[in-house]
């Protein structure tokens, strides 16, 4: 692998980079989740138990914690479908979208506050005709916040409506600490499972020419493009919300999940492995993983905590060993 500086705009970052200027790694990436090998290996099950809680999911369940507490109707109100308390669970989803993303752009892409240090590309955010109004942030903006946040409210309220009317049944958490729990940390996880399958559906032929491309124009990603997508593909990913109506989950672990969508891909979107706070400390941010899938298509659909792509052979850890079975295998979807 080349290990290359990247000069750009008088910045140099010291990055281990591909020929072509990409973020490499010098380390293995993507490797299938230890829980599932065996004979079972306790130290690294510990490592990925660690990645997987810490930071983000600890600081999405405190949030959506918060959001139940504070910031949800009580449940004697939503007994009937009225504006009042749609509206308010439609702003205070939208306000925390448009939150976590502008601060993630701000900091990341506007005022570039780490340069092109963990920078996927080497390119900022694109001005090409194939985006609305010709911007890719706008473009993206515009798919996020009309869609994303509006699917993602649809879900939650027709949800809430339906626990307020005691249509659903759901646990107690006081009855059912145990079950309460691990619902919530398995929240995650059973995305990473669904995301793969919702996915995969969206690269077939049909689906991806109405839906999917509107997320594929982005090459580069941002945090906007993280929920940057069609309609009709929000809908495929807060529809892993319904799981929880089904097995009788509380409502709280409902709201998470729809969190956990939203705000995992904004952040796993953010075009940054690393977000770095000061010299030599840096959190483990983003999804170089994912990244390859937006760069390549045909290669990691979903994610290695889940490892169907390794199980089905689609797994791609952006080495050169690894290139040319990828490349080999797009030749044969797509014939170049
Ligand atoms: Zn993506
Ligand atoms: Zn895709």
Known sequence: MANISVERDGLVDGMPRDERGYWRPDKDIGLPNPVFSWPPKPVKIAKWLKAYLWPFTIIYIAV?????????????????????????????????????????????????????????STKWM???????????????????????????????????????NGHIAYIDPREQPVSFALILLLAPLWYNFYFYWAHRLLHTRFLYKVAHYV???????????????????????????????????HPLNMIFQGQFVTFGSIVGHGGFEDMVIKDGVSIPFANYWHSLHHR????????????????FGTNYDGSPAAREKMLARRRAMHGS
């Open 64 to 120: 959506t914690i918060l959001t139940w507490l504070y910031l949800t109707p009580e449940l004697t109100r939503m007994t009937e479908l009225r504006a009042g308390w749609i509206l308010e669970i439609f702003l205070r989803n939208q306000l925390m979208l448009i939150g976590l993303a502008t601060v993630l752009h701000v900091r990341l892409w506007g005022r570039k506050a780490q340069g092109y240090q963990y920078k996927w």
């Open 215 to 249: 997320h594929h124009k982005n090459i580069d990603v941002g945090p906007w493009s993280g929920v940057s997508m069609h309609p009709i593909e929000h809908v495929f990913m807060y529809a892993s919300m319904l799981i929880h109506p089904l097995i009788g989950a």
């Open 126 to 164: 694109s001005k090409s005709k194939k985006f609305l109004w010709n911007d890719q942030v706008r473009d993206n903006v515009f798919w996020s916040v009309a869609g994303a946040g509006t699917v993602w409210t649809a879900f939650e309220v027709l949800m809430l409506y339906a626990y307020a």
């Open 296 to 311: 390549y298509f045909e290669c990691n659909y979903g994610e290695p905590a889940v490892p169907f792509d390794h199980i």
